[in-house]
């Protein structure tokens, strides 16, 4: 028996001599700091259960404030806060009154802080994020809670059994110790980490409500706990301390959330020894205060991580919305802006055309007066390249209009055979300059449908010019019209040009999407095609059996009529093309006219215009130089450009209109800007008429007329 007694005393020197190397080793790789910040609260608490335990005659293991300081502790700074931890249980241990055995104190000095280790790991294997704003957060920390204190109770109660010190029954021992280590994990493990992280900071309205409710709470925990009120009415005051609870889980952060539970449980535990309200043993006392804190904990972690949950989630809608309305702004302007760009494009490059028209027409009534032949041919390919240049810019606007959906359709009942041939004969200058042999098939029977006929006139010229120049020279266009049925309407445009690629065929009407062919251009004609097919209620698609092998265009129209409708007014009044002159004569209504624009060449050029059909005309380049003018020497007709250097033709328009009233005074804007909302402030400013540049002489003629009768019918 003695010699069993040295043995154990030598291996107890042994372990003590290697726990002290590996304590002094491991004491030097870590930081004193660290190290400090851990042992020194847990040896408090530890302190501080003993003196509850010989002051009170309680459990010890009532309230386990180490193993959830623990648990932070090795969760926070990692795995080597083993040793701060072990180091507490020691020298408490040791320094206890009740001098505890030396078996027990190694156990609990390995047990727990293996515990600590065990439930860090299982924490941030599990992705426990420090905080209860999630969910799974909150399922974790309480599936950690409840499950990791069997660890250090089993290995402390297994080790006072085979000592023989035990003091109650096995089972009554490892549960107090269990139910102490679990509420102090759900009390203090949270309460670390979620103040662990920086937060932003509150509102005073937050603040104040933050205070009101801890306020609350405590007069509710002292009403519950350290008074004899429970043991006359349970269920209004738990009422009460339960109300409490939930405003702080649906109104507050999970950080006061985890106050609140400290509170409950720190004031319910000191209720109960101090002032010891009710009948009960304390011990008895204190573990239905413990179960009490264990059952609420897990129910409020989850309500306020569901809250929190849908906190963000509305926060971060909140958050998308505004992002999409910035970013919906930003398209916005972004689309003002390309709109302005290509009204200021269009206007830049329609000011240099008028000259252009000016002179070619000039040089026609030239070319007729000789007599030159070869001369009037070079001039009407120019004009004709002119009005593809002038519809390519038309296309521009058109698609930024449909864009903005500021694009209305002039619906009337139209006759399909003359929109046919006017498309036709635009593009067979095209036709003929590469060679291409176009054929029309049309049905005998008289078609009309309800359509803007300059924009089915459009529709068909982008088609026949589409496949006009993806068509090798001395290729083969048909144009097939044929009716399906009573109302629908189908015109196909057939080539054996390039053809289209199989991928192309669902992108080929996209926007600005050009086909690799070296003569692609900007990709907005088949784009605008489809858009005012559609607009027409219509549909179009395109077919092709691949490169080499031709491609067919087809669009299919509702609205067809085959009976005589009443006459309705030609679509060629509403056409922009340049008309031929033959042998133009004076115009029959001479009026004497004030050209105002700051392009020297159009004006002039359109001066001598006007003065070879037979009209008294002036110019000046400025809006000051017209208002003068018109002072000295008044016109019947001004044609006023808008974008004038010193002052807008607006402004010019208003101040005639002051000076010189509405009859018989005719204003006309001839300008670059040709959009809807450029007709409106031109109407709004004193303007009879909006020509769009290049306006031909013709253009400008059939105005003069259209005035002239006006004004004969209204005497």
Excluded at 294 to 303: E, G, H, R, T
Excluded at 623 to 639: F, H, K, P, Q, T
Aim: glycine residues 6%; positive net charge.
């Amino acid at each position: 028996m003695v010699e069993f007694a040295d043995k154990t005393k030598c291996l107890m020197r042994t372990i003590v001599a290697d726990f002290y190397r590996s304590f002094t080793q491991t004491l030097r790789q870590q930081e004193i700091v660290p190290f400090l910040i851990v042992f020194v609260p847990v040896l408090a608490v530890l302190k501080l259960n003993q003196y509850i335990f010989f002051n009170f005659n309680t459990s010890p293991a009532v309230i386990l404030m180490p193993v959830g300081i623990s648990l932070a502790a090795v969760y926070l700074g990692g795995y080597r806060m083993w040793l701060p931890i072990a180091c507490a249980w020691f020298f408490a241990l040791l320094s206890s009154s009740s001098q505890p055995s030396i078996p027990l104190v190694i156990s609990a000095t390995v047990a727990y802080p293996l515990q600590a280790v065990i439930g860090g790991y299982a924490l941030r294997r599990l992705n426990f994020l420090g905080t209860l704003e999630r969910t799974r957060c909150a399922l974790i920390l309480i599936a950690v809670a409840l499950f990791v204190p069997i660890v250090a109770p089993s290995i402390t109660t297994l080790v006072q059994w085979l000592a023989g010190s035990l003091s109650a029954p096995v089972w009554v021992t490892w549960s107090r110790v269990w139910a102490g280590s679990v509420m102090s994990i759900m009390v203090f493990t949270p309460l670390i980490t979620t103040w662990y992280t920086r937060r932003a900071r509150k509102t005073p309205k937050e603040l104040l409500e933050t205070f009101a409710a801890l306020a609350a709470l405590t007069l509710a925990v002292y009403l519950t706990f350290w008074t004899t009120l429970p043991q006359l009415n349970t269920f209004v005051v738990l009422y009460g301390l339960f109300a409490v609870l939930f405003w702080v889980g649906l109104r507050l952060h999970p950080r006061i959330v985890t106050v609140a539970l400290f509170l409950t449980a720190f004031g319910g535990m000191a209720g109960s020894i101090i002032a010891h309200p009710a009948a009960i043993a304390l011990n008895q006392q204190l573990l239905a205060d413990e179960l009490f804190v264990i059952l609420i904990a897990p129910i409020f972690f989850i309500l306020t991580a569901l809250v929190e949950e849908s906190r963000v989630v509305a926060h971060e809608a909140e958050t998308r919305s505004r992002e999409l309305e910035e970013a919906n702004r930003k398209l916005s302007l972004e689309d003002q802006a390309k709109n302005e760009f290509l009204a200021t494009l269009a206007h830049e490059l329609r000011n240099p055309l008028a000259p252009v028209v000016s002179s070619l027409e000039l040089m026609k009534i030239k070319a007729e007066e000789l007599n030159r032949l070869d001369l009037m041919q070079l001039v009407e390919t120019a004009n004709t390249h002119n009005e593809r240049l002038t519809r390519l810019l038309d296309d521009l606007l058109d698609i930024s209009r449909i864009s903005q959906k500021k694009f209305k359709l002039q619906r009337q009942n139209v006759e399909l055979r003359p929109i046919v041939e006017r498309a036709t004969r635009t593009v067979d200058v095209l036709c003929k300059s590469r060679n291409h042999i176009l054929s029309v098939s049309i049905p005998k029977e008289t078609i009309f449908l309800e359509a803007d006929p300059l924009r089915l006139e459009q529709i068909l010229i982008n088609l026949l010019t589409n496949a006009a120049k993806y068509t090798d020279i001395g290729g083969h266009i048909e144009l097939a019209v044929v009716c399906e049925g009573e109302r629908n309407l189908r015109i196909s445009v057939k080539d054996n040009g390039n053809g289209i690629e199989p991928h192309m065929l669902g992108k080929i009407f996209e926007s600005f999407v050009q086909s690799s062919d070296s003569n692609a251009g900007l990709g907005i004609g088949l784009s605008l095609t489809r858009r005012l097919v559609g607009l027409h209620g219509g549909r179009v698609w395109a077919q092709s059996e691949g490169l080499g092998k031709g491609s067919e265009f087809t669009v299919a129209l509702p609205g067809v009529r085959r009976q005589q409708p009443a006459p309705a007014l030609p679509a060629a009044q509403r056409s922009r093309k340049v008309t031929p002159l033959v042998k133009r004569k004076k115009s029959a209504q001479q009026r004497s006219i004030l050209v105002v624009d700051d392009n020297k060449a159009a004006a002039d050029g359109l001066k001598k215009l006007l003065e070879h059909g037979g009209h008294s005309t002036s110019v000046v380049y400025d809006g000051l130089s017209a208002i003068e003018r018109m002072r000295n020497d008044e016109a019947n007709v001004v044609l006023l450009d808008i974008g004038l250097p010193d002052m807008d033709g607006y402004n010019v328009a208003r101040r005639l209109r002051e000076e010189h009233g509405y009859n018989p005074l005719v204003l006309i804007a001839v300008t670059g800007y040709g959009q809807d909302e450029d007709k409106a402030k031109a109407k709004e400013a004193g303007f009879n008429y909006h020509l769009t540049k290049p306006a031909g002489i013709a253009e400008i003629e059939a105005l003069l007329a259209k005035d002239f009768r006006k004004t004969e019918k209204a005497r």
